[in-house]
Antibody, heavy 116, light 110 residues
């Protein structure tokens, strides 16, 4: 079975940084494009970023471009999201999701709270 | 691309049909001819689960009472007979145009 397990969420002050990780198992990670999707408390879903299999192609939603960086390590079957310059509006549950355009498998999410 | 779902709240009776509309502000046919319109169900405290991909393809394990239809800019998720386990929020998402965008969600309650 496909498993995506996120970690790294925490309470952080505005302007701070955080690195999220997603450990993938149950499938061959390296050929798959991957996404991050977030959900603010009590709100809807927002696509954040995607990355292609070798990391050479990335795309971001405008609200995070220049502050967040998506990356991956295929040898470790892991996906990452480096978040800098965090703002209160970045507070959300962050999901690791397989396959841009199709969003076929989701992790359980890791909670990021940005507050002083 | 703006995705507009209706209704946003859907009270239903067990055993009765239900349908949710999703309209996009742009045509959702991708350059390869595919239409990347997907439907998800999210129960409280759980991750979203995909039900339907590319308009009308039901995911493995999804009951056949769920069906998707539509084309271009107008899409519909239909539940032929609502069961108690169907409560929660339903989202459509378009994966054709960047940035990928979700509908606001439709809360189905019995």
């Amino acid at each position: 079975d496909v498993q995506l397990v996120e970690s790294g969420g925490a309470l952080v002050q505005p302007g701070g940084s955080l690195r999220l990780s997603c450990a993938a198992s149950g499938f061959t990670f390296s050929p798959h494009w991957m996404n991050w999707v977030r959900q603010a408390p009590g709100k809807g879903l927002e696509w954040v970023a995607y990355i292609n299999p070798d990391g050479s192609e990335k795309s971001y939603v405008d609200s995070v471009r220049g502050r967040f960086t998506i990356s991956r390590d295929n040898a470790k079957n892991s996906l990452y999201l480096q978040m800098n310059g965090l703002r209160a509006e970045d507070t959300a549950l962050y999901y690791c999701v397989r396959t841009p355009r199709l969003f076929d498998s989701w992790g359980q999410g890791t909670l990021v709270t940005v507050s002083s | 691309v703006v995705m507009s779902q209706s209704p946003l709240s859907l009270p239903v009776t067990l055993g009765q049909p239900a349908s949710i509309s999703c309209r996009s502000s742009q045509w959702l046919v991708y350059s390869d001819g595919n239409t990347f319109l997907n439907w998800f169900h999210q129960r409280p405290g759980q991750s979203p689960r995909r039900l339907i991909y590319q308009v009308s393809n039901r995911d493995s394990g999804v009951p056949d009472r769920f069906s998707g239809s539509g084309s271009g800019t107008d899409f519909t998720l239909t539940i032929s007979r609502v069961e108690a386990e169907d409560v929660g929020v339903y989202y459509c998402v378009q994966g054709t145009h960047l940035p990928f965008t979700f509908g606001q969600g439709t809360k189905l309650e019995i």
